[in-house]
């Protein structure tokens, strides 16, 4: 496939800026070499003082079980298992220099199927995760009713969820009650927090509180676990659409897993220095 000239570290490192529902990513692409991500390289380049600034970095690699593999990083440069928006981001981007309108892409979670459909980036991010192992919990509980104040539902994406629902999402304190349910010690692996309040049989209004990074305009692992957990409850249908601080996102839970469609855009290319990557 063709690929952006992804030049190497000692001649700059090139990456792409992209936006997902408003969900905020650097991507770098290293198929045809080694990949050049680290720890410290996602922690200095999600720094938006010292280095670029995102919600998650992507790395795009060569693969032997699909057409892609995709690895994520927080901006504090923990590593994610799932990211729904930059999935379709990266989608987007390989549909546009190819002639494809089916992809495969492997994340730390298994084989994802992308295609393209009128247009629309369209993502399958597989079946939930509602056993309490898998989420994952620290203790047996029901994943229905977690034991925590405002009765959250957990869900695995590839990546751990607790969706709470509201009766009013905007006057919810995202920066205050987000972080304390991100380090409950419910949470072995801290966990992503939505607050959703269910306007309609198809239609949800979602905030977000990201592990690893804070408040962000979109989660699209977070609207997959927050339309799950609105079925599970009996709230809407498997099919709706979600209105989160940067856009609308649609999902619909099928038998094969979760799609979701939504905007992408294409902000930037760059080249980061030597003189950056070498202070790191
Ligand atoms: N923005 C991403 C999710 C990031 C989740 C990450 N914060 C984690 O640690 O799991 C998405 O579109 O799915």
Redesign the pocket.
């Known amino acids: 496939m063709a690929r952006m000239d992804n030049a190497l570290p000692d001649h700059g490192l090139a990456f792409m800026k992209w936006h997902?529902a408003g969900?905020d990513?650097v991507i770098i692409d290293s198929r045809g070499r080694e990949p050049v991500v680290t720890e410290a390289l996602a922690r200095a380049l999600g720094d938006r003082n010292r280095g670029v600034g995102f919600?998650?970095l992507a790395e795009i690699r060569d693969s032997d079980a699909a057409d892609i593999d995709l690895d994520?990083w927080?901006a504090d440069g923990?590593?994610?298992?799932?990211?729904?928006?930059?999935?379709?981001c990266v989608a987007r981007f390989l549909f546009d220099v190819t002639e494809r309108e089916a992809l495969t892409i492997r994340t730390e979670r298994g084989v994802l199927d992308a295609r393209l459909i009128e247009n629309a980036v369209h993502v399958n991010?597989g079946h939930p995760q509602t056993d309490w192992r898998e989420v994952p919990l620290a203790r047996e509980a029901d994943t229905a009713h977690l034991p925590l104040e405002g009765d959250p539902v957990a869900v695995g994406?590839?990546?751990?969820?607790a969706v709470f629902f509201v009766d009013d999402a905007e006057a919810v304190d995202v920066a205050g009650i987000g972080p304390r349910v991100e380090h409950d010690p419910l949470f072995p692996e801290?966990?992503?927090v939505e607050f959703a309040q269910v306007r309609g049989p198809d239609e949800i209004r979602m905030r977000?509180w990201?592990?690893?990074?804070g408040i962000?305009l979109?989660?699209?692992?977070?609207?997959?676990a927050t339309a799950v957990a609105a079925v599970q409850r009996g709230l809407t249908g498997r099919k709706m659409r979600m209105e989160v601080d940067g856009g609308w996102l649609a999902l619909d839970w099928r038998e094969d897993g979760v799609w979701m469609t939504g905007p992408t855009a294409h902000v930037f290319d760059a080249v980061l220095t030597p003189d950056f990557l070498g202070a790191i």
């Open positions: 997902g969900n990513f919600d998650q994520f927080n923990s590593r994610a298992g799932a990211c729904g928006n930059a999935t379709r991010m994406m590839g990546n751990p969820h801290r966990t992503n977000v990201e592990r690893g990074t962000t979109a989660c699209g692992s977070g609207a997959c």
